[in-house]
């Protein structure tokens, strides 16, 4: 019996659990596995690659899979806190900031520094920790491994680890349930095997992450790219059509009918490494209004960003004449200026009264662009867009987007920010997802105010930092651009007050109704919802 001394009044006990023996040699395991992985960092010589790589892999999803088993099925179903803010990793303490500089460093080499991983240079043989990785690359499409195929195969085998520690952590939900397995079957099938299997059947098209639409793959519409899709006839011209109809036609309809959830948290390998992975931290992510009002400044700044840069970035090879891309320039920035005016117009006419002073904002955005995409028109030459060199200006999205941002802070952060400050923050797909979403989705969460009993688990679990308490005690429905339907607030209720739903647009915003026992017109309010 322990002889500590606890000077707590709360409730609940506040020390992290105790983890039993069978968990703790779980943890050996996987911790074994990690180290065959740092050997092979430092250089060391394994006789037989493959056999090392696999006892490597699998000691570290056996472990994790052990360790899930002993924390879950010994308890009833349902979820408990299990002093998730007494642990040091989960609650920013000594080992959560431990945890967040070895994956900030490990992405930072990954992304600017592989020749440390042991990427071969030129030509040359890899060594290193990549090279431990060359027989996977070899049995899946025969050429050796990359830095993006190591990071391929550790993203892949954390998302499917951690996905069954998460299915077994929410097994009372059939919901959470399907959802992981979605995001584990995308996760395996179409951003890891199929471009594989793609390169093997044709190695001159360029890597396409079939699930994976622009603004993110922004590498799509760069000029080596779309050259490589061109030069490969029917299949790669089917490629690139396929990547448009799933930015305009497939993308809206799905959103207008399931809302972003569709993708952030059933397709997307970012959101499915955050809702697995990154499950532990979700309660840190910031609740603030502070936190709220730069989540709205920067999502929408890095869109203006990404839209901008995409267009100059394919403006850049364009010519005066018509020519391999059929385009001219004037042609391609009438037609930019024309889809952004058509929206512009439709959200003025439609959404307006809705929006209030947010269409303002909205409005400073659109001309901002505007301005921004006339300028690169009548300043630009066949070398400088904006004044600087067109290859510079390629690299800049993706240095400092897709690498800094989504690598770099979105993943290394997680214990300090929480899962998601990537999709919250920075992520250009989720800020037009949430455009979508907020003005003519289908979806809402709704709440039975009557029965919500202030506990605060559903504002404590929400990765993106809504504080849906708040809106639970108004009985008041939830419909947030931020919000990516994960249904994680809707499971850890214990009053049921949470429900995700696709219904009309009648009164799915409703943000000045409160429902009181008193009120005359009770019953007619409730109907109309």
């Known amino acids: 019996m322990s002889n500590k001394i606890n000077h707590s009044m709360s409730l609940a006990k506040p020390d992290a659990i105790n983890i039993t023996d069978k968990q703790k040699a779980a943890l050996a395991t996987g911790i074994v596995g990690l180290l065959i992985l740092a050997l092979a960092l430092f250089n060391t010589n394994f006789p037989n690659q493959g056999v090392f790589l696999t006892l490597a892999l699998g000691m570290i999803s056996i472990g994790i899979v052990i360790y899930t088993r002993e924390a879950y099925l010994t308890k009833l179903e349902g979820i408990k806190n299990d002093g998730a803010w007494f642990k040091s990793i989960s609650s920013r303490g000594v080992w959560g900031w431990v945890v967040g500089v070895i994956l900030t460093s490990f992405y930072i080499v990954l992304y600017f520094y592989p020749q440390y991983l042991g990427l071969g240079a030129d030509g040359a043989a890899n060594t290193g920790l990549i090279s431990l990785f060359d027989p996977l690359s070899q049995l899946l499409s025969g050429r050796n491994a990359s830095q993006w195929f190591v990071y391929g195969t550790l993203y892949t085998i954390a998302i499917l680890a951690f996905g069954y520690k998460f299915i077994l952590k929410y097994r009372h939900n059939r919901y959470q349930q399907v959802r992981t397995i979605s995001v584990m079957f995308f996760q395996l099938g179409f951003a890891f095997l199929i471009p594989e299997f793609m390169y093997v059947m044709n190695n001159d098209l360029p890597y396409y992450d079939l699930k994976s639409m622009w603004p993110l793959n922004y590498y799509i519409f760069d000029e080596w790219s779309v050259k490589g899709f061109l030069s490969n006839g029917n299949i790669g ?19 207008y009918k399931y809302g972003k959830r569709w993708y952030c948290s059933w397709v997307c390998g970012c959101g499915g490494l ?171 969460i709704t709440t039975n105010g009557g029965q919500c009993i202030s506990c605060g688990n559903c504002s404590n679990s929400c990765e993106m930092g ?64």
């Open 274 to 444: 955050a809702e697995t992975a990154g499950d532990s931290f979700r309660h840190l992510s910031s609740k603030k209004m502070s936190a709220w009002k730069i989540e709205r400044w920067l999502i929408h700044l890095v869109l203006v960003f990404s839209v901008v840069m995409t267009t100059a970035m394919v403006y850049t090879y364009l010519g005066y004449d018509k020519n391999d891309f059929w385009l001219t320039r004037g042609v391609f920035i009438a037609l930019v200026l024309g889809f952004l005016a058509l929206v512009f117009t439709g959200i003025m006419i439609f959404k307006r009264h809705e929006l209030g002073k947010d269409a303002k904002y909205g409005a400073i955005g659109f001309f901002v662009v505007i301005i921004l995409l006339v300028t690169m028109h009548f300043t630009g030459t066949t070398d400088h867009v904006f004044y600087m060199k067109a290859g510079a200006l390629r690299s800049a999205y993706g240095i400092y987007i897709g690498s800094i941002f989504s690598g770099v802070i979105g993943t290394g952060f997680y214990p300090i920010l929480g899962s998601r400050s990537w999709c919250r923050f920075g992520c250009p797909m989720a800020a037009i997802l949430g455009f979508q979403q907020r003005l003519f989705s289908k979806f809402r």
């Open 237 to 255: 011209l089917a490629l690139i059509l396929f990547g448009i109809i799933t930015i305009f036609v497939i993308s809206p309809i799905l959103t």
């Open 466 to 529: 809504i504080d849906v308490r708040h809106y639970a005690q108004k009985g008041e429905n939830i419909v947030r651009s931020s919000c990516v339907g994960c249904g994680i607030c809707s499971a850890v209720c214990p009053r049921g007050v949470l429900k995700l739903e696709n219904d009309s647009m009648n009164g799915r915003i409703n943000p000045t109704e409160i429902l009181l026992g008193n009120d005359v017109d009770l019953m007619e309010l409730v109907n109309q919802k």
